[in-house]
């Protein structure tokens, strides 16, 4: 019997520090993509129902149903211990590494973004300059239009 407890104990601390793995992912991909407040809470609502489906599910598995509240506090020590020892410097460390990774791959994409773009607007200044000219062209049109008009009116 107390080998059965033992075993729940263990095995609700392995999955508290396996959620708190997952949710160190989550973070990091967070620092990565920078989102927006409505998404950070919507993917922390659908993870801590994912983590009580699991959890729940393990505690009817290895518990025969039996609620016991030590499993639950297990996962929770469990999940703040790795937090407060390992998680927050892996957290950041991974991050800062997976972002100058990115921008190491991304420096040739902006690279070429760059020169494109300054082809763009150097095609849209050669268009501008000849739709200037053409407007200019009406206008020299239109001037020359009305003057004659006003020295016939004038006769």
Same mark, same amino acid.
């Given at each position: 019997?107390?080998?059965?407890?033992?075993?729940?104990?263990?095995?609700?601390? %392995?999955?508290?520090?396996?959620?708190?793995?997952? %949710?160190?992912?989550?973070? +990091? +991909?967070?620092?990565?993509?920078?989102?927006?407040?409505?998404?950070?809470?919507?993917?922390? %609502?659908?993870?801590?129902?994912?983590?009580?489906?699991?959890?729940?599910?393990?505690?009817?598995?290895?518990?025969?149903?039996?609620?016991?509240? %030590?499993?639950?506090?297990?996962?929770?020590?469990?999940?703040?211990?790795?937090?407060? +020892?390992?998680?927050?410097?892996?957290?950041?460390?991974?991050?800062?590494?997976?972002?100058?990774?990115?921008?190491?791959?991304?420096?040739?994409?902006?690279?070429?973004?760059?020169?494109?773009?300054?082809?763009?607007?150097?095609?849209?200044?050669?268009?501008?300059?000849?739709?200037?000219?053409?407007?200019?062209?009406?206008?020299?049109?239109h001037r020359k239009a009305c003057n004659a008009d006003s020295k016939t009116d004038n006769?």
């Amino acid at each position: 019997m107390i080998k059965d407890e033992l075993i729940l104990l263990f095995t609700s601390l %392995y999955c508290g520090i396996i959620f708190a793995i997952v %949710y160190d992912a989550i973070r +990091i +991909i967070r620092n990565l993509i920078k989102p927006h407040f409505i998404r950070v809470v919507i993917e922390d %609502y659908i993870y801590w129902i994912c983590v009580a489906y699991i959890f729940f599910s393990m505690l009817i598995k290895k518990n025969y149903g039996n609620l016991r509240w %030590y499993p639950i506090f297990g996962m929770l020590l469990a999940m703040a211990v790795y937090e407060i +020892i390992v998680g927050r410097k892996l957290v950041l460390k991974i991050s800062k590494v997976l972002e100058k990774i990115i921008r190491t791959l991304l420096k040739p994409l902006k690279k070429a973004g760059k020169r494109i773009k300054l082809r763009k607007t150097k095609i849209e200044e050669k268009f501008a300059k000849g739709n200037k000219v053409s407007r200019c062209r009406k206008k020299e049109n239109h001037r020359k239009a009305c003057n004659a008009d006003s020295k016939t009116d004038n006769r």
